[in-house]
């Protein structure tokens, strides 16, 4: 059974620091996704990694992955408040059901 | 083109009672998942669905918990005679055909289940 561990489950940070949530996975695979989520809402999409080595980038967040690793980060530079929200990664599960296996979520609050 | 729509966005419950949560997923998207978030918790895996098949319901509970997606309309998430532990967050996620895309899931809202 495919297991995802996020870490921290929570981390508090001040603005303007640079910081680093890590993705670890127990079984192979070569589809990992992160998302975002504020209290009460929905989860917002915001990187597809599809192969080992890659990277993608968006404003202060970027996500890499290591499919030999079994590892994902997702590294905040200069964070602002607006970042505040729960992370997760989840990683794809089953080649027939394309299911997503969660990652347990990083709570980030940014201070100012 | 509308997201993935859910309704109810808030159901409250008597123990006992039925819930009823419906799905209708992104224009042109076949395939439907349900999650369950269960309070300061992450995304729990209970069912995948085509139309008209289930085809994982793996993440199911055995009793009171039901799911279709028939040729037309909605899928639906059915939940029997609810308990307190039922009390949470689904969301249904829906996407295109496999290989033809990244695969990603798009959520909707959620449903916020609450069992008194």
């Known amino acids: 059974e495919l297991k995802v561990e996020q870490n921290p489950l929570f981390l508090s940070m001040q603005e303007g620091k640079n910081y680093t949530i890590y993705c670890n996975y127990s079984t192979t695979s070569d589809r990992l996704y992160w998302y975002r989520q504020d209290p009460g809402k929905s989860l917002e999409s915001l990187f597809v990694l599809l192969s080992n080595g890659a990277v993608k980038q968006e404003g202060r967040l970027m996500a890499s992955l290591d499919t030999k690793a079994r590892l994902s980060t997702l590294h905040i530079t200069a964070a602002v408040h607006d970042l505040s929200a729960t992370y997760f990664c989840?990683?794809?599960?089953?080649?027939?059901?394309?299911?997503?296996?969660f990652g347990t979520g990083t709570l980030l609050a940014v201070q100012p | 083109n509308a997201g993935v729509m859910q309704n109810p966005r808030h159901l409250v419950r008597r123990r006992g009672q039925e819930a009823r949560l419906r799905c209708s997923p992104m224009?042109?998207?076949?395939?439907v998942y349900w999650y369950r978030q269960l309070p300061e918790e992450g995304l729990k895996f209970m069912v995948y669905?085509?139309?008209?098949?289930?085809?994982?319901e793996s993440g199911m509970p055995k009793e009171r918990f039901s799911a279709e997606f028939p040729k037309e309309g909605p899928s639906i998430l059915r939940i029997q005679q609810v308990v307190r532990g039922d009390s949470a967050a689904y969301f249904c996620a829906s996407s295109y055909l496999q290989g033809r895309d990244t695969g990603e899931l798009f959520f909707g809202e959620g449903s916020r289940l609450t069992v008194l």
């Open positions: 669905l085509q139309k008209e098949n289930i085809i994982d």
């Open positions: 224009k042109g998207h076949s395939h």
């Open positions: 989840a990683v794809i599960y089953g080649g027939a059901t394309n299911k997503l296996i």
